[in-house]
């Protein structure tokens, strides 16, 4: 039975993990997200004695924070490029990992990953095309169209969708950097406390920010399935912890869409159209882990 | 040499043809769209006189309006379905014309049929991941990802996008029967028309109401970049007429996402990014004809 390795690299923390497959993670670390050289250094370290003590690795996967370059016939191919995260522009990454390792390296963005894993293992099953969406310090987007992760140009950014904003209900003007008020300006966690003084945490169920995020969420939501028409759409993320928000958005989806799209999935079964993931908080190891597989075959 | 047929199939006309490949359309034949008996019955027809001369065709694609049921897995496959126009919702169109001609058919949504036209004779040659746009009466999209047609739950309706619409500066409220200032609302013809009280066609390049246009454009077409990542975005039908909208909403675009996305394609070369069809007003025929060329492989 072949071991792989997973990295699940986010703007925060790194998770590196090895195993067989989602029953069997046999070594587990994670770490704070420091400077490239220390961070990428210490993914480095984990791999070389897990290799020690199990033997070489099949193949390890990178399901990280972005924007990345993903596209395996590009010069660029494994790093991550443009981001604003400090030190971090420009870093090749999954070359790195791969010559120091000497195995071979599967690399794609943090939500391509998730998507990849409950695909496998998860809440997308058998499905050909479906958006895997996260909600928390930002909004990300990745998924399958035709079976085959999407990439394209560089690789979605769904974050920055624009949409809808009517400030005489809502003053608040977004916070994102670039746009304002851009879908993750207006509904990512930074604009909930901003909104609001606090953490949707601190906030009862019933509290009518609850409504106003799932309003933002809906907008956002529709915009995906008129674009690409998606099979399902999982939504993962802290903020979707708050289990209170899918039957609201749920409702909004259905109310902004008002019977256009006459499909069963939508109009009768909406509760098994727009899901948490089935891996949880594990969508983005199991999905590094996916990834893994699919650059050993 | 095969021959195929070609419908290509519109609300307003339907346009049929014979031919071997995009320099050799041998005959072709025009007529409006009046009920699914009469209109499906002159295709009938022509292509019936049309193998009495030539012999049987190898297939026949049909690149329709919709909704379509275009998942060749479903039964109601080849039906145009929901649409609101009088006596078509629930139409079985490719089925009737396979049986009665006995060939195979092709059969995909007219906006997928001009995608796959431009991608083997047009603008999109080469590219895996591309969106064929139409702005007219409506607002369709359709495209490849991943060097396949986008079907996924049903197909895409990028026209009910909905985009930022600030009432102040542009009270009109959309004519969207389901949803008001939807993308196809507030910039699809009928939108064009009821805000200025005239067609395109009557106002000079330099009226503002071209900048407005342009703006709205640029906002759904910012959605469908974050969304998809195409590698180019093909923009037919018959506002795109008017040339003066494509530097225009280029720039809008480029303000737009305010440089957050760092691909040369879109901050240098956006000329070649957001292009018209090179198939011109052949794009939808010549897609059927290449739905022809797939339905018989």
Redesign the interface.
């Known amino acids: 039975m072949p071991l792989w390795g997973a990295i699940e690299a986010g703007g925060t923390k790194f998770l590196c993990a090895v195993g067989s497959g989602p029953r069997d993670l046999r070594a587990e670390t994670t770490f704070p997200t420091t400077s490239p050289a220390e961070t990428i250094g210490r993914c480095l370290s984990f791999f070389s004695e897990q290799q020690q003590k199990v033997g070489r690795l099949a193949a390890i996967g990178i399901a990280s924070f972005g ?1 990345v370059d993903p596209d395996t016939a590009s010069p660029g191919w494994g790093y991550i ?2 981001t604003p995260k400090k030190g971090w522009a420009q870093t090749d990454f999954a070359s790195a990992v791969g010559r120091a390792l000497g195995v071979p390296v599967g690399f794609d963005t943090d939500v391509n990953g998730a998507a990849l894993g409950e695909h496998r293992w998860g809440a997308a099953q058998g499905l ?2 479906f958006v895997y969406l996260t909600v928390g310090t930002g909004i990300g ?1 990745g998924g399958l ?4 992760l ?16 009517d400030r005489k209900s809502d003053p608040y003007g977004g916070w994102c950097p ?2 304002g008020d851009c879908w993750e300006g207006l509904a990512a966690g930074p604009a909930f406390e901003e909104r609001w003084g606090q953490r949707g945490e601190t906030l009862p169920p019933d509290h009518p920010a609850w409504a106003l995020e799932a309003h933002y969420l809906a ?1 956002g939501l ?10 399902r759409i999982i939504m993962g993320g802290g903020m979707m912890q708050q289990q209170q928000l899918f039957p609201l958005l749920r409702r909004k989806v259905q109310t ?8 069963p ?2 109009l009768r079964d909406i509760d098994n159209y727009i899901v948490p993931p089935a891996l949880g908080r594990r969508a983005g190891v199991l999905g590094a882990l996916a990834l893994a597989q699919i650059a050993a075959q």
Chains 1, 2 share one sequence.
């Open positions: 924007p490029t443009t050909s095309t987007g169209v035709n079976g085959e999407m990439h394209g140009l560089i690789h979605p950014e769904m974050g920055h969708i624009l949409v809808p904003h670039y746009h907008l529709v915009n995906i399935i008129c674009a690409l028409s998606p099979q902004l869409l008002n019977g256009y799209l006459q499909a999935a939508i």
